[in-house]
């Protein structure tokens, strides 16, 4: 039988040209799909470890990140496009070498803990191995270092039975797979299906130069002069994730195959990252949007049945460090089920939101982790939820 189903999905980010795919994990994906299991080889029907049909049905299994050894990305042209102008001294002085160390082993302790909190929730918690992200790497295109393997999030999708590896939008992350590498075998080796997409070669040519990183103004003439640039870039037409592009999608789209549609989401947003800062869908019908970054397709929600509700101002303050984030972390939360929500303990409005639509909080501290770029929907890749295929369209 067909049913349909909404996922989101770690859909293609990109940063590149056309002819590129680099892919990570946050795009709102609307999938249609038979759900069926895969055979071994002598025919019999084998359970994968490895399940998921959308973000909110009961978390069984995740993977979170690892802040351990995190380096900070050289100031690169791609990092440029998507980092903050305020954050760029930081790049250019510390760039390839370890984060303040201060810093990462309180980032670590505070993942610990939320280790902790996930575990008395019930779920089965993995880690990625550690690895020294310090090191000098060389591929015939280019030459890099870095970075770390904090946001499962960017580099792995569960849809279905199935767990797909992305290519990363940075050089600096290039190699970010072996991480995960340990993980990846054994959930294959129980039976899960695994797909890595195709690697950008990422050289020279693959980036748009000329994208204008000074100015937002800049990017805003570009978006009204229709131009759309898939390097580093995206217009306020066609909101692709900077570590989005079309060929990454088409990708996606062909891989799933035409069981499956996928549904470009577009947003004002004149420096886009990923999605779950912007639109994060936490239950089915029910979606946090950023009110400072409206969708563009929020009718085709609004005719669903969807409700949009917008995020409460986050209350980081100012003097906190966020080297790659926007302070809209404060949405970037996690579901344990539709009823339980893993929120920052301090973003009491947000907590609030979430009891008025009568969803639990679990309270927890990360603030010294969200430094590296995200909060606990970055810092996870769910594994295993309990749930089957529903249509929401
Ligand atoms: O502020 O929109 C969101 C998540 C980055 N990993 C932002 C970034």
């Known amino acids: 039988m067909k049913r349909a189903l909404l996922t989101y999905g770690s859909v293609i980010q990109l940063q590149a040209r056309q002819n590129v795919i680099a892919s990570r994990s946050k795009l709102v994906v609307a999938v249609q799909a038979t759900r069926k299991q895969h055979a071994d080889t002598a025919g019999q029907k084998i359970k994968s470890p490895v399940c998921s049909y959308n973000e909110w049905d009961p978390l069984d299994e995740v993977i979170v990140g690892r802040p351990e050894n995190a380096c900070v990305p050289p100031l690169t042209h791609e990092v440029k496009a998507i980092t903050s102008h305020q954050q760029w001294e930081f790049f250019r002085k ?53 970075m770390y393997a904090a946001m499962p ?26 991480a ?93 990252m990923h999605i779950d800062a912007t639109f994060n869908a936490v239950g089915p019908g029910l979606v946090i949007v950023n009110p400072d970054r409206p969708c563009l397709q929020s009718e085709m929600f609004n005719k669903a049945g969807w409700k ?59 603030r010294f982790a969200n430094s590296l770029g995200g909060g606990f929907h970055c810092w996870t890749t769910d594994v295993r939820r309990r749930g089957v295929l529903e249509s929401y369209f």
């Open 308 to 366: 949009l509700v917008k995020a409460p101002k986050p209350m980081v303050p100012d003097d906190h460090p966020l080297w790659m984030s926007s302070k809209w972390l404060s949405m970037n939360v996690l579901m344990l089920d539709e009823r339980r929500v893993m929120v920052c303990k301090h973003e009491i409005p947000t907590i609030r939101m979430f009891e008025s639509l009568g969803i639990k909080a679990i309270p927890v501290d990360i």
């Open 94 to 146: 510390f760039g390839g070498q370890f984060f303040p160390q201060e810093h990462v082993k309180k980032a670590v302790s505070q993942i610990e803990e939320m280790c902790n909190v996930l575990r008395h929730e019930g779920v089965t918690v993995r880690r990625p191995d550690i690895v020294d992200w310090s090191k000098t790497y060389e591929t015939p295109d280019f030459k890099s270092k870095g």
């Open 153 to 178: 999030r960017d580099i792995l999708i569960v849809i279905g039975e199935e767990i797909i590896e992305a290519p990363m939008a940075w050089r600096s992350r290039f190699f970010e797979y072996r």
């Open 180 to 272: 995960y590498r340990s993980l990846m075998k054994e959930y294959f080796q129980a039976g899960a299906k695994w797909t890595t997409a195709p690697k950008p070669l990422m050289s020279d040519e693959l980036y748009d130069q000329n994208y204008p990183m000074e100015y937002v103004k800049d990017r805003h003439n570009l978006a009204s002069e229709g131009h759309f640039k898939q390097c580093c870039a995206t217009s306020h037409k066609k909101k692709l994730w900077k570590v989005t592009n079309l060929f990454g999608i088409e990708w996606m789209a062909r891989h799933l195959g035409p069981d499956y549609n996928v549904h470009l989401l577009q947003f004002k947003d004149s420096k886009p």
